[in-house]
T-cell receptor, first 115, second 110 residues
């Protein structure tokens, strides 16, 4: 679904560097999410935002920060990257109309390697 | 603890055989259950949700509240069903939750 885009698609960085992963959406959804995917651990929620002024920590927010610059943009930052943050990162949006009607729409993922 | 468990990392079946991908959940409340699928080189996408009671691509899933399970089934597997499947739940008991399982890779052999 090209409505959710992520940049960059691949990134190699060094320990201690600050990096930002960006997510943009044209779906008009208020809700946006950042997940990381690790082999054997599935998808884990890092941060989520229900609207521009509502940002919440997920289950693994330590070492990460986010910025919701606009309804369409949600950025994830690693303030000081460490090797165990090497993972595949996904951005998602959702069309929340109630807990039984929420579908999440995923971006293509950003593959991050921290050396 | 609130979690979604998919006990099988890999499930291999032959074409035409029945498929069952297992999903169990633990949640203090009444969650909504979903199955997502990721085909090779494609994005993760919703396959079906419990509330819709629908069959998508021949797949169905029944919520068993007694066993806290939401297994995904298809009577006759096709090669194009080969993909990664994730079970997920959402709920608002306490804080908002949208929890994914660890995923099961389904391989359908010719």
């Amino acid at each position: 679904d090209a409505d959710v885009t992520q940049t960059p698609r691949n990134r190699i960085t060094k320990t201690g560097k600050r990096i930002m992963l960006e997510c943009s959406q044209t779906k008009g959804h208020d809700r946006m999410y950042w997940y990381r995917q690790d082999p054997g651990l599935g998808l884990r929620l890092i941060y989520y935002s229900f609207d521009v002024k509502d940002i919440n920590k997920g289950e693994i927010s330590d070492g990460y920060s986010v910025s919701r610059q606009a309804q369409a943009k949600f950025s994830l930052s690693l303030e000081s990257a460490i090797p165990n943050q090497t993972a595949l990162y996904f951005c998602a949006t959702s069309d929340f109309q109630g807990p039984t009607q929420e579908t999440q729409y995923f971006g293509p993922g950003t593959r991050l390697l921290v050396l | 603890a609130q979690r979604v468990t998919q006990p099988e990392k890999l499930l291999s079946v032959f074409k035409g055989a029945p498929v069952e991908l297992k999903c169990n959940y633990s949640y203090s409340g009444s969650p909504e259950l979903f199955w997502y699928v990721q085909y090779s080189r494609q994005r993760l996408q919703l396959l079906l949700r419990h509330i819709s009671r629908e069959s998508i691509k021949g797949f169905t899933a029944d919520l068993n509240k007694g066993e806290t399970s939401f297994h995904l089934k298809k009577p006759f597997a096709q090669e194009e069903d080969s993909a990664m499947y994730y079970c997920a739940l959402s709920g608002t008991s306490g804080t908002y939750k949208y929890i994914f399982g660890t995923g099961t890779r389904l391989k359908v052999l010719a």
